[in-house]
């Protein structure tokens, strides 16, 4: 386990006072691959936690175990991979002991996801309005009739103009922005209290990112729905997350509020991504739709993992006990924490 333990900025309060704890916990989640007779892990001790209404942002380079850790908690994972240990509460229960019915009514009605590419998961011959209405009556006992107005509703909740209309389009008849709308419309058929966006903007151009993120801000505000926003840029960070956890080489190495870290990384590899978004370094909102390349090297595969730190080939702040121990994530207060031997002072 990677030492972590929810604190202050987890535990909410209810209207009756009572203090709950965070929606989604995951606990030392390890997922594994095997793959040519060896076995590696993609998630490696993860540790998160998402409160009700929250967004957590978890960003890292491409490789790093972002999506491995959105389908674990989907319950998502294939066969040759698998979920080797930890624990994923959704409310204190734990979705790892449940039978892949209970799961499947789960991730219907509490939890939802949308995808990079929003064609993937449409089906062209399908109308919007069968595949929504589809998604409804998946979830609800309504007639054709009432799912195709609730069809109608979620098109306009989610900003599709002319709603009505639209609700007959074929998926090819929309552009790339209508379309993620659609699913995203799809996600919240279900009334879900977690969504789970596994880069919802990256296919889109820059404007129309800007209008979807500001959507599902809309809808986290309105609705109450917490979010995973999982992403290699830290501009989509920056504009949509209270928290963030930054993932290196299958484990988390910095938690923290998206403020404190965009104020002050304390990470290495923190500090290395908010160097590469270009404006001054690390103010929040700039560099939107960066790719986050800068540092020299690059993440390394999962079956080549060196021992100690992962990062400390490309860190400039490597010390000799990176080599020899994986460091451990310590709380630094305030909610921060930081894996890493030798962290970025606060004051630089
Ligand atoms: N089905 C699979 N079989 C074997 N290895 C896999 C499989 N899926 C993922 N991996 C490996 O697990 C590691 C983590 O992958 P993951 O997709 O979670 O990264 P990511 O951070 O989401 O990156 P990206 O932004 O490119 O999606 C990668 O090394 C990847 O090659």
Same mark, same amino acid.
């Given at each position: 386990?990677?030492?972590?333990?929810?604190?202050?900025? $987890?535990?909410?309060?209810?209207?009756?006072? $009572?203090?709950?704890? /965070?929606?989604?916990?995951?606990?030392?989640?390890?997922?594994?691959?095997?793959?040519?007779?060896h076995?590696?892990?993609?998630?490696?001790?993860?540790?998160?936690?998402?409160?009700?209404?929250?967004?957590?942002?978890?960003?890292?380079?491409?490789?790093?175990?972002?999506?491995?850790?959105?389908?674990?908690?989907?319950?998502?994972?294939?066969?040759?991979?698998?979920?080797?240990?930890? +624990?994923?509460?959704?409310?204190?229960?734990?979705?790892?002991?449940?039978?892949?019915?209970?799961? +499947? +009514?789960?991730?219907?009605?509490?939890?939802?996801?949308?995808?990079?590419?929003?064609?993937?998961?449409?089906? /062209? =011959?399908?109308?919007?309005?069968?595949?929504l209405?589809?998604?409804?009556?998946?979830h609800?006992?309504?007639?054709?009739?009432?799912?195709?107005?609730?069809a109608?509703?979620?098109?306009?909740?989610?900003?599709? %103009?002319?709603?009505?209309?639209? =609700?007959?389009?074929? /998926?090819?008849?929309?552009?790339? &922005?209508?379309?993620?709308?659609?699913?995203?419309?799809?996600?919240?058929?279900?009334?879900?209290?977690?969504?789970?966006?596994?880069? %919802?903007?990256?296919?889109?151009?820059?404007?129309?990112?800007?209008?979807?993120? @500001?959507?599902?801000?809309?809808?986290?505000?309105? +609705?109450?729905?917490?979010?995973?926003l999982?992403t290699?840029?830290?501009?989509?960070v920056?504009?949509?997350?209270?928290?963030?956890? =930054?993932?290196?080489?299958?484990?988390?190495?910095?938690?923290?509020?998206?403020?404190?870290?965009?104020?002050?990384?304390?990470?290495?590899?923190?500090? &290395?991504?908010?160097r590469?978004? %270009? &404006?001054?370094?690390?103010?929040?909102?700039?560099?939107?739709?960066?790719?986050?390349? @800068?540092?020299?090297?690059?993440?390394p595969?999962?079956?080549?993992?060196?021992?100690?730190?992962?990062?400390?080939d490309?860190c400039?702040r490597? =010390?000799?006990?990176?080599?020899?121990?994986?460091?451990?994530?310590?709380?630094?207060?305030?909610?921060?924490?930081?894996?890493?031997f030798? %962290?970025?002072?606060?004051?630089?």
């Amino acid at each position: 386990m990677t030492g972590f333990a929810p604190d202050e900025s $987890e535990e909410q309060a209810r209207p009756d006072g $009572e203090a709950v704890g /965070p929606l989604l916990s995951i606990e030392g989640l390890r997922t594994e691959f095997r793959t040519d007779g060896h076995t590696f892990a993609a998630v490696d001790d993860v540790s998160l936690a998402i409160g009700h209404g929250q967004t957590l942002g978890i960003v890292g380079e491409s490789g790093c175990g972002k999506s491995v850790t959105a389908l674990s908690v989907m319950g998502l994972v294939q066969a040759p991979g698998r979920i080797a240990g930890g +624990r994923i509460l959704l409310d204190g229960e734990d979705l790892l002991a449940k039978s892949e019915r209970e799961l +499947r +009514r789960i991730r219907g009605n509490r939890i939802a996801m949308i995808f990079q590419e929003p064609m993937t998961s449409l089906n /062209p =011959v399908f109308t919007v309005g069968d595949q929504l209405g589809e998604a409804v009556r998946l979830h609800q006992k309504k007639s054709r009739a009432e799912a195709r107005e609730r069809a109608i509703e979620l098109l306009k909740l989610v900003g599709i %103009p002319s709603p009505e209309t639209r =609700v007959d389009a074929y /998926p090819h008849e929309l552009s790339g &922005g209508m379309r993620q709308r659609v699913m995203i419309a799809m996600a919240l058929a279900c009334d879900p209290e977690l969504l789970i966006a596994d880069e %919802p903007t990256t296919a889109l151009d820059v404007t129309i990112q800007a209008q979807i993120l @500001a959507l599902l801000r809309k809808l986290q505000r309105e +609705r109450g729905l917490a979010v995973m926003l999982i992403t290699h840029d830290l501009g989509v960070v920056a504009e949509s997350c209270e928290q963030v956890a =930054v993932m290196y080489a299958g484990k988390v190495v910095e938690r923290s509020s998206a403020a404190a870290l965009f104020a002050a990384p304390r990470h290495p590899y923190t500090a &290395g991504l908010l160097r590469s978004l %270009p &404006g001054a370094a690390g103010a929040a909102g700039r560099g939107k739709g960066t790719r986050l390349e @800068a540092i020299p090297g690059v993440v390394p595969a999962p079956d080549r993992m060196p021992a100690g730190c992962r990062f400390r080939d490309r860190c400039d702040r490597a =010390v000799p006990a990176c080599a020899r121990e994986i460091p451990p994530l310590v709380a630094l207060g305030q909610g921060r924490e930081v894996a890493c031997f030798n %962290p970025v002072p606060e004051a630089a």
